[in-house]
């Protein structure tokens, strides 16, 4: 839960004969400060299916964090500290921006751990036993300024395949492609994960586990990609990299909160494994962790179900922190708007099927016209059923006319009325739980009535005649339009529009430069054969 954020949470574990669903949340660097894009992306969403299955009365444990990476080393460069120091800054101000968010982890850990070393250790060692690591020779980059081979995430370059600027040596955040930097000198050897043999039995996973637990389609999408163009395979150096032991970090995080996590993660008949993740993240979570657990050889508990998403983007480009465009966790709560209100918008507006968009007069619009004026419109299509049972009740209440004087003539049915609505108000408040955690709490307030778990059937009677109920309180209450205005200059509005415009001439002139190096590609050879015959 919450609270798990800073203390020691309730010890969880599988029960025989009941559902039990293990949830991950995409391991969000510790070394920089979330937008909403972080959140939406995973966090969020793996919160409202958590919160969701607990309302079902599942046995349910969602953990996340992470800490290791390339990416953690150099923001330490960047700010003059060691890489734990930053780790400890950061943690704790990820871990105040979810709690403000309410997300509901069972257990929000750390990485730095003797169990994550163990684990990771213990899984190299199983692979190598088993005859799927291999020690090759690699060329890497070298620093001489740091007397050091980088990183591949140091290096930085156009990326081979789409051509974006600022593509990393090991991934690039615009399309997504692996990547592998280059070097021309300086050999090094590094163990290879042979997963070109592991991918028959990666292959027969993945079918099995698209079909039962029905994946997203960009997860699908990108994991069929992969495994058609024939897996190779993965380099691993003997300090170990980020791709082969973030994921990792689920298990051994669970192994903080018990120690009998196995129960959990090497348990395939009676645990779900859920996994939330954007999807240049895909093939971490689709291919390269189950590719390791089946290289055990050992009764994992594989992924059941992949929910991964496209980008958000802000007010049209990219958050950065840097050139402060976009809003980011700890600045959220500074707009004063509560933080349901940004998980429903985060939520209405999730990228599941493509790219969408934060804008601020949408915000203040779903705020005032929806949440304030309706509140059954909310969330779209995720909940689509609320909707119609709201709808459902509002024609109830006006083909009644509940009013005073349908109390004065004909009270049995305005009773009656007054009854079924409350009952309406209390169900409602039981489905927008897992969305709108907050709201949720003040209508159980108002009604003085207990939390309802989501219901298989509903029968309008968990509110008695002669309940009492609360004093009626305001659930949201308007944003002013003129605060879009100061929002977009506090939060690089401006800054994202010439930002855009950069972006945009830049690949105008990669465009014009590679037209012309193919007319020069043409052009030449003509010339040259003109020569030859004179």
């Known amino acids: 839960m919450v609270e798990a954020l800073s203390s020691v949470p309730t010890q969880v574990l599988p029960r025989n004969g009941q559902r039990n669903v ?31 299955c607990r309302e079902r009365g599942l046995n349910t444990l969602y953990v996340c964090t992470d800490e290791y990476g390339t990416t953690t080393e150099a923001r330490a460069l960047i700010e003059n500290v060691t890489p734990q120091e930053l780790c400890d800054n950061y943690h704790t101000i990820h871990a105040n921006v979810y709690k403000w968010f309410n997300i509901s982890f069972d257990i929000f850990g750390r990485t730095n751990t003797k169990l994550q070393t163990s684990i990771t250790q213990d899984i190299f060692l199983k692979l190598h036993q088993n005859g799927f690591l291999q020690e090759r020779l690699t060329t890497q980059l070298y620093c001489q300024k740091h007397s050091a081979f980088l990183a591949d995430r140091f290096v930085e370059g156009d990326c081979p395949v789409c051509n974006s600027s600022g593509a990393r040596g090991d991934q690039c955040d615009f399309c997504g492609t692996i990547l592998d930097s280059l070097d021309l000198k300086n050999p090094q050897k590094h ?257 003085r009535a207990d939390p309802l778990p989501i219901p298989d059937r509903w029968n309008a009677d968990s509110i008695k005649a002669g309940h009492e109920i609360g004093k009626a309180e305001y659930l949201f209450s308007k944003i002013k339009e003129e605060n879009g205005k100061q929002w977009r200059e506090l939060f690089g509005s401006e800054e994202a529009r010439k930002f855009r415009e950069e972006e945009a001439i830049k690949k105008a002139k990669k465009k014009m430069a590679k037209k012309a190096r193919e007319v020069e590609r043409a052009v030449v050879p003509g010339k040259l054969s003109e020569g030859s015959q004179s």
């Not at 979330?34 to 919160?51: C, E, K, Q, T, W």
């Open 22 to 52: 293990l949830i991950t949340s995409a391991l969000p660097d510790v070394n920089n400060v979330p937008h909403l894009g972080n959140i939406i992306g995973s966090l969020l969403s793996a919160d409202v299916f958590a919160r969701y």
């Open 191 to 447: 163990i290879f994960i042979e997963l070109d043999q592991l991918q028959p039995e990666i292959d027969t996973f993945f079918q099995k586990s698209v079909a039962k637990g029905a994946w997203s389609e960009n997860g699908k999408d990108i994991t069929s990609a992969w495994l058609k163009e024939c897996l190779q395979p993965r380099y691993e150096a003997k300090v170990i990299y980020p791709w082969f032991d973030a994921c990792i970090g689920y298990v051994s995080i669970t192994a903080c909160h018990t120690d009998q996590w196995r129960q959990w993660w090497q348990n395939p008949d009676n645990v779900e494994l859920y996994q939330f993740i954007g999807k240049d993240n895909v093939i971490f979570h689709s291919v390269m962790f189950p590719g390791t657990q089946i290289g055990t050889q050992e009764p994992w508990t594989k992924i059941h179900h992949l929910s991964t998403t496209d980008y958000l983007t802000y007010e049209g480009g990219k958050f950065s922190k840097s050139r402060g465009i976009g809003v980011f966790g700890d600045s959220a709560q500074n707009t004063g708007v509560p933080s349901d209100v940004w998980r429903y918008y985060l939520l209405s507006h999730r990228p599941e099927t493509g790219d969408t968009e934060f804008n601020w007069d949408s915000f203040i619009s779903a705020n005032n016209n929806v949440l304030l004026k309706n509140l059954g419109n909310f969330l779209r299509h995720e909940i689509a059923v609320v909707l119609q049972i709201s709808q459902l009740g509002n024609g109830f209440l006006q083909t009644n006319k509940l009013d005073n004087k349908l109390a004065e003539n004909e009270p049995s049915k305005c009773a009656s009325v007054i009854g079924l609505a409350i009952n309406l108000i209390h169900l409602l408040a039981a489905l927008i739980t897992p969305y709108m955690p907050d709201t949720a709490v003040s209508i159980y307030k108002q009604l």
